[in-house]
């Protein structure tokens, strides 16, 4: 028996069409190796497509190579992820479905003692497979509580578990702050699990189960997945008595991390320097370099002694560097700053002082019954504290929005309400 596991292609996550081309050819890549390999069938373990509603032409190039795989005999099983899930199932996913290309390898009902019980379907090639849908902010946690567990684990055979969701105990330090569950979670006695969500390839193993196994994305569906983790792949799974995983890296183009030659840097430091010297490090660097057929990271980070942002033509390099062939350019300046700023910044001691003047002087507008004067104060600081966070980097903004309002809630102490919103 051999499959595929393929997860988190988020076809059309780009805004920029050049790079969706990519995106979108990566996609075309893994189903040509599908078939060229002969894999008795797929499993997309989850945002498939990156929102319910793509575009029409990401769906159609969608429908044509899925059909491609379909008319090579080779059957396709899918689970939603936070991306492409729907609550009220209004998803491209079940046009696709009625349509043949796949099948929805989580079918579900709810027993008499309210317990969630998920059908095995046999794939016909020796396995049988089910699984849990993702959905945003881990809220998939519910459903998992609430499964029957039991017949799964007592089913025989060779048994696959599709999953969207990270592992509390094996989450990777670039995503440390996604929401997760425990692995404890999972129907044990599976052989394998193929994870999505988790946008890096990683295999591990615990007492009960098979092999958890993740294979990231097929595309790097953000600037900083593609930054930190360049192209992506997938896996094809063997299974002759021993299980054998390997990994497809799907290279469709180049992802250069400038300064050009250096490996081990991806940023241009601007501490200390103006923003004409700047400019002309950059310059300096992409003048003889070849770019083609690459997408172009380029960030600066630091403080600039002598001028603005603004004073580094950074769309003049960009034009520079599209001119030596590059398929796009994507700058980054989030934590450039100037050295004014960062004076203006320093001067923490008056910024509190204003601050706790204006709390003082509206904190009786704080409606909050049985709250002294003191603790509506302190209340408002730490309010202030929680809704000033700033995303982190492994955040999406709806993992972010979520923490917020948990930490929001948590900070008013409205548990009740907090359960019931969440």
Request: hydrophobic share 35%; with cysteine; aromatic share 8%.
């Amino acid at each position: 028996m051999k499959f595929a596991h393929i997860s988190d292609t988020h076809l059309g996550s780009w805004r920029n069409p050049k790079i969706n081309e990519k995106s979108m050819d990566a996609f075309r890549k893994a189903m040509e190796r599908c078939i060229e390999e002969d894999v008795d069938f797929i499993l997309l373990s989850g945002d498939t497509l990156d929102n319910v509603t793509p575009s029409i032409d990401v769906l159609k190039i969608s429908v044509q190579l899925l059909k491609e795989a379909r008319d090579s005999g080779i059957d396709i099983y899918y689970i939603e992820g936070s991306h492409d899930f729907s609550s009220t199932g209004r998803t491209m996913l079940k046009v696709l479905e009625s349509a043949g290309l796949m099948k929805k390898a989580s079918v579900a009902s709810q027993a008499e003692d309210g317990k969630i019980q998920l059908e095995l379907l046999d794939t016909g090639h020796g396995a049988k497979i089910t699984g849990v849908p993702g959905r945003k902010g881990a809220l998939e946690e519910g459903y998992y509580k609430d499964l029957d567990t039991e017949h799964l684990e007592k089913e025989e055979g060779f048994k696959i578990f599709l999953f969207h969701s990270g592992m509390s105990e094996h989450k990777p330090i670039e995503f440390e702050h996604m929401d997760g569950i425990p692995i404890s979670y999972l129907p044990k006695g599976f052989d394998y699990y193929a994870g999505g969500h988790v946008h890096k390839n990683m295999i591990f193993e615990e007492e009960g189960y098979g092999k958890i196994a993740y294979p990231g994305y097929t595309f790097p569906p953000g600037p900083k997945e593609m930054e930190k983790f360049g192209t992506g792949g997938f896996y094809i799974v063997e299974y002759d008595g021993d299980i054998e995983v390997s990994w497809e890296s799907l290279d469709v183009c180049n992802i250069v991390r400038l300064p050009c030659g250096d490996e081990d840097t991806v940023n241009y430091d601007a501490d200390g320097k103006t923003a004409i010297e700047v400019e002309s490090e950059i310059r300096n660097d992409i003048k003889d370099a070849d770019f083609k057929d690459s997408i172009v990271m380029l960030k600066i980070v630091g403080t600039i002694e002598e001028g603005k942002e603004s004073d580094i033509d950074l769309r003049g390099i960009s034009e520079k560097i599209k001119g030596k062939g590059a398929i796009a350019v994507k700058t980054n300046t989030n934590k450039l700053y100037t050295k004014e700023f960062v004076e203006i910044n320093k001067n923490i001691g008056s910024k509190e002082e204003l601050e706790n003047e204006l709390i003082d002087e509206h904190v009786e507008q704080f409606d909050v019954e049985g709250y002294s004067r003191e603790e509506k104060k302190e209340l408002t600081i730490d309010m202030m504290n929680v809704l000033s966070q700033r995303k982190m980097e492994d955040e999406n903004n709806n993992t972010y929005e979520q923490r917020v309002i948990k930490e929001t809630l948590n900070t008013i102490a409205l548990k009740k309400e907090l359960e019931e919103i969440l």
